[in-house]
Every structure is written in C-alpha cells, then in structure tokens.
Nanobody, 116 residues
Framework: QVQLVQSGGGLVQPGGSLRLSCAAS?????????IYWYRQAPGRQREWVAN???????NYEDSVKGRFTLSRDNAKMTVYLQMNSLKPEDTAVYYC?????????WGQGTQVTVSS
C-alpha cells in the first residue's frame, strides 16, 4: 500500500518560514510521478497549492508564487515544500497527494498556523 508521510508544520509568526516534507514509500519508480500539495482552511474547501513534475518543473497557485518553493529528492522519495513570507491566510491543513493509475493517495495532513 502506497504511503505518504508528512512532517514539518506548526505555529509561526507572519513573515516566518516553515518547511513541509512528504516522504513516500511503496511507490515503484517514484521519480515518474508528479506530487501535488493542497491545503484546507477551516470552513473552506480543499484547494490546490502547488505541484512538482517528473522533471522537477513546478506550478504554483497565484497567492503563493514567489513565496513557496517545491523540490524533490527522488533518491529519498521525498518532496519538500518550503514556505517563506508566511501570511495568516496561509493557515490551513496541508496535504500532499499522488495519483497512481487513477487512484489518489494522500498524506495525513499537517497543520500550519500563521499567527502573531
């Protein structure tokens, strides 16, 4: 069974930084899959944040462009979401995701709270 285990997150002041990790296991050829990050704020629907492709190409939602950076280490089967210049509106539970043969697999979610 594919597993995605997230780490990082926590409480940070506005303007601060956090790094989230998403470590995969039981995925053959991890480097062949795009990894997606989503977030869900209280009372809101889950929304796409960013994704990283097989070549390392990245896409970001407009509100996080220039502040969030995705990277991947295929040898470690891990994707990193570096979040800088955090804002209170970034407060949410963050999830990583991979789709393999039509099936979605999710990390357990990581709380990010941006507050003074």
């Amino acid at each position: 069974q594919v597993q995605l285990v997230q780490s990082g997150g926590g409480l940070v002041q506005p303007g601060g930084s956090l790094r989230l990790s998403c470590a995969a296991s039981r995925i053959r050829f991890f480097s062949l899959y795009s990894i997606y990050w989503y977030r869900q704020a209280p009372g809101r629907q889950r929304e796409w944040v960013a994704n990283i492709g097989v070549s390392g190409s990245t896409n970001y939602e407009d509100s996080v462009k220039g502040r969030f950076t995705l990277s991947r280490d295929n040898a470690k089967m891990t994707v990193y979401l570096q979040m800088n210049s955090l804002k209170p509106e970034d407060t949410a539970v963050y999830y990583c995701n991979v789709n393999i043969d039509g099936s979605d697999y999710w990390g357990q979610g990581t709380q990010v709270t941006v507050s003074s």
